[in-house]
């Protein structure tokens, strides 16, 4: 309608457009989010009144033991049998270093943090998602790195390097250690081990069938234990393996077993037409593998692939039942110290590692998070 053919008053009408009003307060921001994620029904108040209720119980108690009542100076636990109500974190400063490299000689500290500081710049490197020139920070993560560390750690006199012994290796060092090696080797292991399980070689098959259902049928401390005195029994003589290198290969042989369940469910989650297309256009079996159906079955599965990570991560700390002086186990012997006995040492101590294994798990699973909602939007898109 024109203002030529209206006769009437055209003061009603609107000259602009109106300004958008805002929603319902109830439809979005913090109200909207917690009737929706905390109190959406009855059986979800309930839980989220417990929870409150629990934490409530909770919080104010520790947060009193850790800061408010916590001892924070002193060169021995003397304060700490005097004020038994709050943390000993003298004891923690006290033997930071011996946590962090156990009985590694402190001359050569420098060796450590070197192979730590490279291998955290290529590991970030490796892992951002838009970092230049990824492959090269694969090639030397997975080729050049493991050179680097081994001669760094144990040493070699042609390079001016005393050798230092696997006995020697402890702390937070044989911890990420043997988590590193445990997840780098586990994960290609689980591939080849799902692949085969789903081969029609019998053979193969069998052998894959057996092995996988052998180690998830028996605990990791077994394992430990078969590795570090049955795996010099089937090596020549003299050709014993390094008191380290044993528990390292029954750690990547278990998670291993593990991972290859988790890949084999990506795997059967593929549509048949996926195999389908890849024979219409001629692929081979393991191109066909390496360039449609694997990408997307791990995928799929990066939720279990990275549970199996932290599980891995974990399990590290029963490598001190063979001996291995891992970070937990640091930390127990700390508590030996006369210098350091009292009522709130051991709780100290086990506190401080348990948030070191906490930081760790839930920047793994913080990170898989990211990756699978990129993955997610590139599917969208």
């Not at 033997?95 to 490299?101: G, L, T, V």
């Not at 029994?233 to 380290?244: A, N, V």
Request: proline content about 7%.
């Amino acid at each position: 309608m024109t203002d030529a053919t209206y006769s009437g008053d055209p003061a009603y009408l609107r000259a602009a457009p109106a300004p958008a009003e805002p929603p319902p307060a109830l439809a979005q921001g913090p109200v909207a989010w917690a009737r929706k994620n905390l109190f959406s029904g009855v059986t979800s108040t309930v839980l989220t009144v417990a929870a409150v209720a629990f934490l409530a119980w909770v919080i104010p108690g520790l947060v009193r033991f850790l800061f408010v009542d916590a001892n924070w100076q002193g060169a021995n636990a003397d304060v700490c049998r005097a004020n038994q109500s709050g943390a000993c974190w003298p004891f923690i400063w006290a033997k930071a270093e011996f946590f962090w490299y156990g009985p590694y000689p402190e001359t050569q500290h420098w060796r450590v943090n070197t192979v730590e500081i490279v291998g955290a710049v290529l590991l970030g490197w490796l892992l951002w998602q838009g970092a230049p020139k990824r492959n090269v920070a694969a090639l030397l993560f997975f080729v050049a790195y493991p050179i680097l560390s081994f001669v760094l750690l144990h040493g070699a006199e042609t390079l001016g390097l005393p050798v230092v012994t696997t006995d020697l290796w402890g702390g937070v060092t044989v911890t990420l250690l043997l988590s590193l090696v445990g997840i780098v080797f586990s994960l290609p292991l689980g591939v080849l081990l799902a692949l085969g399980r789903r081969s029609p070689l019998p053979i193969v098959n069998a052998v894959c069938t057996g092995f996988i259902e052998i180690v998830r049928g028996v605990p990791f401390i077994v394992v430990l234990f078969m590795a570090n005195f049955m795996l010099p029994l089937f090596l020549p003589e003299g050709w014993t393996p390094d008191r380290l290198l044993r528990p390292l290969v029954g750690t990547a042989l278990f998670a291993a077993a593990y991972m290859a369940e988790v890949v084999r469910g990506g795997l059967q989650a593929m549509p048949k037409g996926q195999f389908e297309g890849a024979a219409s256009v001629g692929l081979s079996y393991w191109k066909t593998m390496r360039l449609i159906i694997l990408p997307q079955a791990l995928a799929l599965v990066i939720p279990g692939i990275v549970s199996n990570f932290i599980s891995l991560f974990k399990d590290t700390s029963l490598v001190a039942i063979v001996g291995i002086f891992d970070f937990l186990r640091t930390v127990e012997s700390g508590f030996n110290d006369p210098n350091w006995t009292s009522p709130t040492t051991s709780a100290t101590g086990l506190i401080t590692a348990a948030a070191f294994y906490w930081i760790f798990c839930f920047s793994m699973s913080r990170y898989s998070q990211g990756v699978e909602r990129r993955l997610r939007a590139g599917r969208r898109h």
